[in-house]
Every structure is written in structure tokens, then in C-alpha cells.
Nanobody
Framework: QVQLVESGGGLVQTGGSLRLSCTAS????????MRWYRQAPGKQRELVAF???????NYADSVKGRFTISRDNAKNTIYLQMNSLKPEETAVYYC??????????????WGQGTQVFVSS
């Protein structure tokens, strides 16, 4: 059984910062790419950033220069440091990971999401 658990969401004012965390646990052999997505009310889920197993990163244009994704492989954890937050970034933020289970299955897993609310 594999689980991804996000934390760190909450309420922040415009221009503020939050740091999200996502930890993968369970019968994991190795983890490849890990990603942060977000879904605002009434909108489609969108990719915010991803980080590969060797630390390469990529960001949506809308967050470049303000968000930083990082990874601690020893803890099976990724982080998303979000600065200069805007009200339109209010959304549920989801963690996603492509990984090999201990049983030799490769698949993608999702966390349950963490709510971020940016007040104007």
C-alpha cells in the first residue's frame, strides 16, 4: 500500500508565502518524477511544477520566479515553497508521484490534496 500525504496548506494574505509538503510512504522501491498540481473551483487541474529523481525541475509559466519545488529523496518528500501568492492561486494543491512499488509495479499515485486560500 502506497500513500501520498500533503500538508502545509492554509489561509494566507495576498503577497504572502506558504510551504507545502508531500510525503510518500508504504511499499515503495523507488520514486521517479514527483509533481504538484492545483485545481481551483470550477477549473481544470493544472500542473504547477515537477521535479525528477535527479533533481531537474520545471514550472508553469505563471509561477516561475515565485515558486520553488525541492525534494528530499531520503524522506520520499517534496516541497513547494510558494511566495508572492495571488488570490487567483486559491486552489486545492495535489501531489503526484510516478513510482515503483516493492512488488515491481510502476504507476502514478495521488495525494488527497491540501487547500490553499489566498485572501485579497
Amino acid at each position: 500500500q502506497v500513500q501520498l500525504v500533503e500538508s502545509g496548506g492554509g489561509l494566507v494574505q495576498t503577497g504572502g508565502s506558504l510551504r507545502l509538503s508531500c510525503t510518500a510512504s508504504g511499499s515503495i522501491s523507488s520514486i521517479n518524477t514527483m509533481r504538484w498540481y492545483r485545481q481551483a473551483p470550477g477549473k481544470q487541474r493544472e500542473l504547477v511544477a515537477f521535479i525528477t529523481s535527479d533533481g531537474s525541475t520545471n514550472y508553469a509559466d505563471s509561477v516561475k520566479g515565485r515558486f520553488t519545488i525541492s525534494r528530499d529523496n531520503a524522506k520520499n518528500t517534496i516541497y513547494l515553497q510558494m511566495n508572492s501568492l495571488k488570490p487567483e492561486e486559491t486552489a486545492v494543491y495535489y501531489c503526484n508521484a510516478d513510482l515503483w512499488t516493492a512488488m515491481g509495479v510502476f504507476r502514478s499515485y495521488w495525494g488527497q490534496g491540501t487547500q490553499v486560500f489566498v485572501s485579497s
